[in-house]
Structures are given as structure tokens and as C-alpha cells.
């Protein structure tokens, strides 16, 4: 639906979409907005905030697809798109750039796990569109018949993406090892977290690639923490206050060449209240420092929210066989494996940063 009628004061310019709801734009966010003032090539402004005088709206006149507004004092006109005005409606609820809110799954999921076909993601646009949402949704993503040559992982990295590298290196291994420093390399099961919690930034995607599986056990296991977060936040209101907010140190060291620290809360919010990431990690965690009698409500609230965490009816379980790879949001699943033992057992690992899964989402959607 067009243009039926603007109008204006000094200040805000009202657009009426003719749907009955009448839109408002400040006159400076317009000024600052100007098409003239962004270069041919990119799009980019070519002018900072402060070159900017104070605006006042002095003219606006429509037909039903674009405003042509006057802004004072420079005497400039700006041409502005009807349907650009719509998306940036000021009071709209979904700004552009912003993604859907996560789609939080729990245990049942189980039954509806697929693994997509690396050959297929590598040459089918669609169905690598589509399990990038899928990834993007639920944060995680599984794909089968990688070549199970050692570095093939990055081969799924290159679908999307772009390696991230950490004090690991480019890849690390996941497998027993003779003397092992990191419970990776042993046996042992190892519990629900997130990788890397001591980094700052914290990687956003984690994969996992399996080369070898000729053990009994390994299995692995998911956990929705976004899920988790929410059920904290609606039965112990207490605990979730305390855990976004009392920060808690990470630490890796590694005597001589290593020691990364970070200090944050398990569970970070963003501006509006929305869980934005989790850092769990029981093997890199430190002796909370904090003043005695926070100490025994946060050890309270730790242990609500780890119990959660492990609880079987919040995970998805699955073995990871070669050729098979799993990829998740390091920010917002927990991945733990059981125990195992007897044969072989080599997976190998990277990271990499989640907006370009973003990027690349939104250059598939505009194809
Ligand atoms: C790890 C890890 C997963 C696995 O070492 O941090 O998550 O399946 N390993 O062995
Ligand atoms: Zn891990």
C-alpha cells in the first residue's frame, strides 16, 4: 500500500501508509539517513554524526512511493522510499539486521534428528540455505559423508564461514593420548559445557568432525542451554539473577607460552533481558571469588542450573561415526560426550565466528 499523506513539524515527519498507522521518523535520523549521503559503491556514509548541523524539517511532499523532505538549515532535499520508510518504521517490532528469535527444543527433538550430505550442502544452494537455518534456529547442525581425511573439517567451515584460530592452532584432536593434559584426550566422560570460556572474545561455532570411531561409548550429547536458561529463569528467578549477574573467572594455562582469562557471568544477557550467551565449563572454571554470603546463594543457584543442564529430558545423544560432523552456537549449546573404551576414537575440531553463518543466510536469501 503507497503513500496517502505526510506531515510535519520542525521535528518528526508523519507518514501515513494508508493502513490506518501512521508513522514517525525524526528528522535528523532522516537527515542521517539521506540516500545522498552514502557512497555509490558499498553504501557506506560518507560523513560522520558531527559534520551533521542540527536539522529542522522545513518541506515534505509525496506521491505514493517516495517523500521528498527539505531539511534545514543546509536547504538539502532527500528523496526517501516508501518501502525503506516501512521497514524503518520507528516504532516497528522487528528492526532489519536483527535475526529470529532462537527456536529453543529440548529432548524430543530427538526423533527428528537428520544428518545432511556434505556433497549436497557443497553443490545444492537450497539445502545449504536450509540447514544453515536450521543451524542458525536450534544452534546446532550435523552432516554426514565428510571425506574423513585429517583437515576435511575445514572443508565445512568453507561452506560458510571462515576459521578461527586459537591458541590450539588451526585444528585441535580429540582423541587418548599418553600422559594427556585436557580430559579431550583421555577416556573419561566429560560433562555438559562450552568451549573456551576463558577466551575473549569466546568462539562462536564449534565443530566436531569424526575420523575414527571403533570404541564402545563416545557418545555425544547436545543441550539447548538457551532452553535451560528460560526454565531457570521461570522456577528459580533467584538463581538466574544471580548467574547473569556475579561474574565468575575462566582460566587456561599453559606454563610458558599460554594464559588466557576471562571474567563474566554463566549467563549473559543482552540490553533487553534476552539470554545472549552461556559460558559452562566446570574444567576451566575458577575458585569463585566472591563475598561470603553471595558465595552460598551462588552455589546454590550453580548447581540448580547444572543440574538442569545435565538433566537427560534437556539433551539429544547421538554417535558420531566417521564421515559424521557436528556444529553448534559454542554460545548457546552444551556438548558433553560419555565415557568409552576399547578401540580407537579420533575426532578433530575447529571454530569459527557466527556472523559469517549470518552473512551467508542472508546472501542465499537474497539470491
Ligand atoms: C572436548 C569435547 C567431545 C568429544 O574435548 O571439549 O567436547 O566428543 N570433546 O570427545
Ligand atoms: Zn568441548
Same mark, same amino acid.
Given at each position: +500500500?503507497?503513500?496517502?499523506?505526510?506531515?510535519?513539524?520542525?521535528?518528526?515527519?508523519n507518514? @501515513?501508509?494508508g493502513?490506518?498507522?501512521?508513522?514517525?521518523?525524526?528528522?535528523?535520523?532522516?537527515?542521517?539517513?539521506?540516500p545522498?549521503?552514502?557512497?555509490?559503491?558499498?553504501?557506506?556514509?560518507?560523513?560522520?554524526i558531527?559534520?551533521?548541523?542540527?536539522?529542522? =524539517?522545513?518541506?515534505?511532499?509525496?506521491?505514493?512511493?517516495?517523500v521528498t523532505?527539505?531539511?534545514?538549515?543546509?536547504?538539502l532535499?532527500?528523496?526517501?522510499d516508501?518501502?525503506?520508510?516501512?521497514?524503518?518504521?520507528?516504532?516497528?517490532?522487528?528492526?532489519?539486521g536483527?535475526?529470529?528469535p &532462537?527456536?529453543?527444543w529440548?529432548?524430543?527433538?530427538?526423533?527428528?534428528?537428520?544428518f545432511a550430505?556434505?556433497?549436497?550442502?557443497?553443490?545444492d544452494?537450497?539445502?545449504?540455505?536450509?540447514?544453515?537455518?536450521?543451524?542458525r534456529?536450534?544452534?546446532?547442525?550435523?552432516?554426514?559423508?565428510?571425506?574423513?581425511?585429517?583437515?576435511?573439517?575445514?572443508?565445512?567451515?568453507?561452506?560458510?564461514?571462515? =576459521?578461527?584460530?586459537t591458541n590450539?592452532?588451526?585444528?585441535?584432536?580429540?582423541?587418548?593420548?599418553?600422559?594427556?593434559? @585436557?580430559?579431550? @584426550?583421555?577416556r573419561?566422560?566429560i560433562? +555438559?559445557?562450552?568451549?573456551?570460556?576463558?577466551?575473549? &572474545?569466546?568462539?562462536?561455532?564449534?565443530?566436531?568432525? #569424526?575420523?575414527?570411531?571403533?570404541?564402545?561409548?563416545?557418545d555425544?550429547?547436545?543441550?539447548?542451554?538457551?532452553?535451560?536458561?528460560?526454565?531457570?529463569?521461570?522456577?528459580? &528467578?533467584?538463581?538466574?539473577?544471580?548467574?547473569?549477574?556475579?561474574?565468575?573467572?575462566?582460566?587456561?594455562?599453559?606454563e610458558?607460552s599460554?594464559?588466557?582469562?576471562?571474567s563474566?557471568?554463566?549467563?549473559?544477557?543482552?540490553?533487553n533481558?534476552?539470554?545472549?550467551?552461556?559460558?559452562? @565449563?566446570?574444567?576451566s572454571?575458577q575458585?569463585?571469588?566472591?563475598?561470603?554470603?553471595? +558465595?552460598?546463594e551462588?552455589?546454590?543457584?550453580?548447581?540448580?542450573?547444572?543440574?538442569?543442564?545435565?538433566?537427560?529430558?534437556?539433551?539429544i545423544?547421538?554417535? =558420531?561415526?566417521?564421515?559424521q560432523?557436528?556444529?553448534?552456537?559454542?554460545?548457546?549449546?552444551l556438548?558433553?560426550?560419555?565415557?568409552?573404551?576399547?578401540?580407537?576414537?579420533?575426532?578433530?575440531? #575447529?571454530?569459527?565466528?557466527?556472523?559469517?553463518?549470518?552473512?551467508?543466510?542472508r546472501v542465499?536469501?537474497?539470491v
Amino acid at each position: +500500500m503507497g503513500i496517502v499523506e505526510v506531515y510535519h513539524d520542525q521535528k518528526w515527519l508523519n507518514v @501515513n501508509f494508508g493502513d490506518g498507522s501512521v508513522a514517525r521518523f525524526l528528522g535528523s535520523w532522516l537527515r542521517d539517513n539521506i540516500p545522498a549521503g552514502r557512497h555509490r559503491g558499498g553504501g557506506q556514509r560518507t560523513f560522520d554524526i558531527n559534520s551533521m548541523p542540527e536539522v529542522t =524539517l522545513t518541506g515534505a511532499c509525496h506521491d505514493s512511493e517516495t517523500v521528498t523532505v527539505s531539511f534545514g538549515p543546509e536547504g538539502l532535499d532527500g528523496e526517501f522510499d516508501a518501502a525503506w520508510l516501512r521497514q524503518h518504521d520507528l516504532a516497528g517490532s522487528m528492526a532489519s539486521g536483527t535475526s529470529p528469535p &532462537p527456536t529453543l527444543w529440548a529432548s524430543d527433538i530427538q526423533g527428528s534428528l537428520e544428518f545432511a550430505d556434505y556433497e549436497a550442502l557443497a553443490t545444492d544452494p537450497g539445502q545449504l540455505h536450509d540447514w544453515l537455518v536450521h543451524l542458525r534456529d536450534y544452534g546446532f547442525g550435523l552432516v554426514e559423508k565428510v571425506p574423513t581425511a585429517p583437515g576435511s573439517i575445514t572443508k565445512v567451515v568453507d561452506l560458510f564461514g571462515y =576459521l578461527r584460530q586459537t591458541n590450539y592452532g588451526d585444528l585441535f584432536e580429540v582423541r587418548d593420548e599418553p600422559d594427556p593434559a @585436557n580430559l579431550a @584426550n583421555t577416556r573419561l566422560g566429560i560433562g +555438559m559445557h562450552t568451549d573456551n570460556p576463558y577466551r575473549d &572474545p569466546v568462539p562462536g561455532l564449534q565443530f566436531l568432525h #569424526c575420523l575414527v570411531n571403533e570404541s564402545d561409548g563416545g557418545d555425544s550429547q547436545l543441550c539447548d542451554g538457551f532452553a535451560v536458561v528460560e526454565r531457570l529463569r521461570v522456577e528459580d &528467578p533467584a538463581a538466574f539473577e544471580l548467574l547473569s549477574s556475579q561474574a565468575v573467572n575462566f582460566r587456561f594455562l599453559d606454563e610458558g607460552s599460554t594464559d588466557l582469562q576471562a571474567s563474566v557471568p554463566l549467563i549473559q544477557l543482552d540490553t533487553n533481558g534476552r539470554v545472549a550467551g552461556i559460558r559452562y @565449563n566446570s574444567r576451566s572454571i575458577q575458585a569463585f571469588e566472591m563475598p561470603p554470603d553471595v +558465595m552460598a546463594e551462588y552455589y546454590r543457584a550453580y548447581r540448580v542450573f547444572g543440574e538442569m543442564l545435565h538433566d537427560p529430558l534437556a539433551r539429544i545423544g547421538f554417535r =558420531l561415526d566417521p564421515g559424521q560432523l557436528m556444529v553448534f552456537d559454542n554460545q548457546r549449546v552444551l556438548h558433553g560426550r560419555s565415557a568409552y573404551e576399547h578401540g580407537e576414537r579420533h575426532l578433530q575440531g #575447529c571454530y569459527a565466528d557466527k556472523d559469517a553463518l549470518h552473512s551467508r543466510i542472508r546472501v542465499l536469501d537474497a539470491v
